[in-house]
């Protein structure tokens, strides 16, 4: 069993930057990917970035170029840097890995 923990989030205004962290405990041996989703009202929850074990990262083409996925692999942690934030990105942010294994979520809000 793998146990997320986020944390950063908030309210940012429009082009702005955010931070977000999950460290992964648990059965951290079994972890070979690490994630983001994300969720807005009335949507589906969405693939944001995904970075495997070899360093490879995947994103969403809404985000590319704007957010960058980044982990420390020994300690099974990764990051999300949100730039040049837009409202739309607006949404509950969640960390996600293998077996099914979620966050909490945690608030991004981009408003002015």
């Known amino acids: 069993q793998v146990q997320l923990v986020e944390s950063g989030g908030g309210l940012v205004q429009p082009g702005g930057s955010l931070r977000l962290s999950c460290a992964a405990s648990g059965s951290i041996f079994s972890i070979n990917f690490m994630g983001w989703y994300r969720q807005a009202p009335g949507k589906e929850r969405e693939l944001v970035a995904r970075?495997?074990?070899?360093?490879?990262?995947i994103y969403a083409d809404s985000v590319k170029g704007r957010f960058t996925i980044s982990g420390d692999n020994a300690k099974k942690t990764i990051y999300l840097q949100m730039n040049s934030l837009k409202p739309e990105d607006t949404a509950v942010y969640y960390c996600?890995?293998?077996?099914?294994?979620w966050g909490q979520g945690t608030q991004v809000t981009v408003s002015s």
């Open positions: 996600n890995a293998p077996y099914n294994s």
């Open positions: 970075i495997f074990d070899d360093g490879s990262t």
